[in-house]
Nanobody
């Protein structure tokens, strides 16, 4: 089992920045690909970004490319999502998730952290 806890959500004005953190415990953090997802009010959960186990490869949803950056520090068992130039449409609950090498789905999820972007 891997336990994931997100930190860093809050209220920010459009154009501002936030940095989300996701701290893992329970198993070796570097074994897992990490991802960030979000669920906006009235919408389905959607993919935001992912990073491979070493941190050498990342991928992003088109809606956040150039504005968000995913990273990880395996020594600290933590993944990050730096969010810049935030837009009203970025308002959502953000979740981090971990996926093992042999899994096609994300196996473990955090409880989520609310990000609200105001005008």
């Amino acid at each position: 089992q891997v336990q994931l806890v997100e930190f860093g959500g809050g209220l920010v004005q459009a154009g501002g920045s936030l940095r989300l953190s996701c701290t893992a415990s329970g198993r070796t953090f570097s074994w897992y690909r990490m991802g960030w997802f979000r669920r906006a009010p009235g919408k389905e959960r959607e993919f935001v970004a992912t990073i491979n186990r070493s941190g050498s490869s990342t991928d992003y949803a088109d809606s956040v490319k150039g504005r968000f950056t995913i990273s990880r520090d395996n020594a600290k068992n933590t993944a990050y999502l730096q969010m810049n130039s935030l837009e009203l449409e970025d308002t959502a609950v953000y979740y981090c998730a971990a996926r093992s090498t042999y899994s096609k789905e994300y196996d473990f999820w955090g409880q989520g952290t609310q990000v609200t972007v105001s005008s």
